[in-house]
């Protein structure tokens, strides 16, 4: 694959919905991913019930995802996802075996205690636990930078921030960082800015994009990125998705966009379109609001000569 994209729709999409998508509705979306061709699924979060409620049904998820796949259901080689903020998180999300656990830090003081109650120190000396307890089950490490672009409270963010965040989470043993536009704040000159700040002491193949589409940007802002060399991004079906501490925040880059780029780019996703535009159609009445996505809503143009 030229391009791997990372489904997050199952918890950074659904997390901050008002519609509460039963457990097998889940597991379904996430066995329709899986068809349509994604590898890597984040498949919900181990955090507070009370801090979102959306996420409270991740243990259900994961245990009957992983059922499905080892009794070969979906391809064997899916690989799942998890946030895990602390140990009490991943105590809960040892109790199934799940390939990656997802730490997320912040780059601004007052997004750290919003979203995770703690400062960023703190952050990481909870995170130093959540790597102690990973690396002991052999689980790899995603470490997310939240806010890299600009914070809801704070504004404009420093991009010496950004890189001394994303080289504490590779200290942590992280394999790759994604770099978060939490807010949809940044516009392609922001993500060459940083990013370039960021190759230049982290190779491109330990880096992703992780874009919102906040102010209209995230299809330009994933193109900047690549052009840049990076070569993993985070999606969402239907381009769901916001943070519940993030006022105002958007929708991920959606998956149908973003596939649907690289296809007409001739860069190979390993995604087929026209399921991931079958799992929109699925999806969207089940909302109560229509989906973000694009290509999702038309899907592609008919071939040349398909139509006499
Ligand atoms: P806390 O209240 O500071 O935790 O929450 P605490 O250690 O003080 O414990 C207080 C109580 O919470 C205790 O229960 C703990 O057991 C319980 P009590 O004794 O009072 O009954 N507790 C937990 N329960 C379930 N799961 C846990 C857990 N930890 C403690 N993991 C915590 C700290 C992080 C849990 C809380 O602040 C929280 O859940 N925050 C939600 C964070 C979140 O999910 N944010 C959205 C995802 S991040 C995001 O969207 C950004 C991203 O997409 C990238 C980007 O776009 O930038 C990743
Ligand atoms: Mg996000």
């Excluded at 349509?36 to 991740?58: D, F, S």
């Excluded at 370039?196 to 992703?208: C, D, R, S």
Aim: hydrophobic share 40%.
């Amino acid at each position: 694959m030229n391009v791997t994209l990372v489904e997050v729709g199952l918890r950074d999409g659904l997390q901050n919905e008002k519609t509460m998508l039963p457990v097998d509705t889940r597991v379904e979306m996430a066995v329709r991913l899986a068809n349509a061709g994604l590898r890597r699924i984040e498949l919900g979060a181990y955090v507070h019930p009370k801090w979102v409620p959306q996420m409270a049904q991740t243990p259900e998820v994961v245990e009957k995802v992983l059922k499905l796949r080892r009794e070969r259901k979906i391809p064997k080689e899916l690989w799942f996802s998890v946030l895990v903020p602390n140990e009490t998180g991943m105590t809960e999300a040892l109790k199934q075996p799940v390939e990656e656990f997802a730490l997320f830090a912040s780059c601004t003081e007052s997004f750290s205690k919003k979203n995770i109650n703690c400062t960023i120190d703190e952050s990481f000396n909870r995170f130093q636990v959540v790597a102690n307890g990973a690396a002991k089950n052999n689980i790899p490490l995603r470490g997310y930078i939240s806010v890299a672009f600009g914070c809801p409270f704070e504004g404009k963010v420093s991009e010496d921030q950004v890189v001394k965040i994303a080289q504490r989470l590779l200290d942590l043993g992280s394999f790759e960082i994604s770099v978060g536009d939490t807010i949809g704040a940044a516009s392609p000159g922001d993500v060459r800015s940083v990013f370039e700040k960021l190759l230049k002491v982290i190779p491109a193949e330990k880096l992703a994009g992780h874009f919102h589409d906040t102010r209209g940007q995230s299809l330009a802002n994933t193109l900047e990125a690549y052009k840049m060399g990076i070569r993993v991004f985070d999606t969402s079906i239907g381009g769901l998705g916001g943070c519940p501490y993030a006022p105002g925040a958007a929708g991920n880059a959606s998956t149908e966009d973003v596939a649907y780029m690289f296809e007409g780019m001739g860069v190979k996703t390993g995604i087929d379109l026209d399921q991931l535009v079958e799992t929109n159609k699925w999806l969207a009445p089940q909302m109560d609001h229509p989906l973000y996505s694009k290509v999702g809503k038309v899907g592609r143009l008919k071939p040349l000569g398909a139509v006499n």
